[in-house]
């Protein structure tokens, strides 16, 4: 029987994640980092594109510089990064997140770290079941701007607008938010009956934040990160479906999430909602930026080792 990673096909590193100069770029079979293009669009409820998302995010990439001034590294190097080609998407969407499903299970069973590229926040729905199935006390850190709590949205039952109330259909999934600032009195119901699964931090808080208190419940135990660009303020993710004011900063998010790598171990993720504007590339550069980092803190870890610069 052919080892799990013997399936896939790869992009060619020229239209991969990153630059394709890199010195881990020849070899993807060797990569610990797969990234999964998956421009799920199906139920979008106001602007539209992100099925565009995924490829802008590794065009942007090729731009981003492999050295981290934080860790003091070509962090890439350490773990290497295979992008995988996509595949044509089925639909209605059941069946795409069946397909999603099925590729994060190889990538798992590869004993690799899958990051999806969307498309829409539906798509957590099916990256999540391998991930509950792998672990029995899995929590799910959400960046984000929604709640996402609604049990389904204008007839979709996995509507980009029920991801996490898909993702707690999973009664080992704990889920800690953040940033969020547009929820629903039915979300807000289905959260004060959830207490001891949902903890939320508004963004109306922000100032108030203790990361300390944010990845408490993340403590010890395995962690898929979802993250939605909306979460980041509108003036700085203009390009998203519905953009909100009053969210996190870049530098905000990286510290949540470096933080959530040091006291957990981050077993995979995605980077959902980006739908690209013409002329305003920053927002897909900040999207594949976001996707480095969450790979980085991840597999390489999150600062500088022993006898590096960097101070």
């Known amino acids: 029987m052919a080892a799990p990673d013997q399936a896939f096909e790869y992009l060619p590193a020229a ?21 999964i293009p998956f421009g799920l669009e199906a139920s979008v409820s ?29 962090a890439s190097q350490d773990y290497g990064i295979a992008t995988l080609r996509p595949e044509p998407m089925l639909t209605p969407v059941p069946m795409a997140l069946e397909q999603l499903e099925g590729i994060v299970s ?31 006390d899995l929590a799910v850190l959400q960046i984000d701007a929604h709640a ?11 509507s980009h607008a029920a991801a996490m109330r898909r993702v707690l259909d999973h009664a ?37 934040w ?35 004011p009053g969210g996190l900063s870049y530098l905000q998010a990286l510290a949540i999430l470096r933080r959530t790598a040091e006291v957990s171990t981050i077993v995979g993720a995605d980077v959902v909602e980006l739908a690209p504007i013409a002329g305003l590339h920053h927002c897909d550069y900040t999207a594949a930026a976001l996707a480095y980092k969450i790979m980085s803190y991840a597999l390489s870890g999150t600062g500088p080792r022993p006898g590096q610069g960097g101070g």
């Open 148 to 158: 996402d709590l609604r049990d389904g949205y204008l007839g979709e039952h996995y």
């Open 210 to 244: 203790d990361i300390e208190e944010i990845v408490a419940p993340l403590r010890g135990k395995p962690v898929y990160v979802t993250f939605d660009v909306d979460g980041l303020d509108s003036a700085v993710m203009p390009a998203t479906g519905t953009p909100v």
């Open 106 to 136: 190889r990538v798992l069973a590869a004993s690799r770290f899958p990051l999806v590229l969307g498309g829409e926040h539906s798509l957590t729905a099916g990256a999540i079941r391998p991930f509950a199935a792998k672990y029995p």
């Open 172 to 208: 080992n999934v704990l889920l800690v938010s953040v940033g969020i600032r547009a929820v629903s009195r039915g979300e807000v119901d289905f959260y004060e009956a959830n207490h001891d699964r949902i903890h939320i931090h508004w963004g109306k808080d922000q100032a108030r």
């Open 15 to 35: 239209h991969g994640f990153l630059d394709a100069l890199r010195k881990d770029a020849a070899r993807p079979d060797l990569a610990r980092a797969v990234v």
């Open 46 to 74: 106001y602007g539209g594109g992100t099925a565009a998302g995924p490829a802008a995010i590794l065009a942007a990439s090729q731009q981003l510089e492999i050295f981290d001034e934080e860790l003091w590294r070509e």
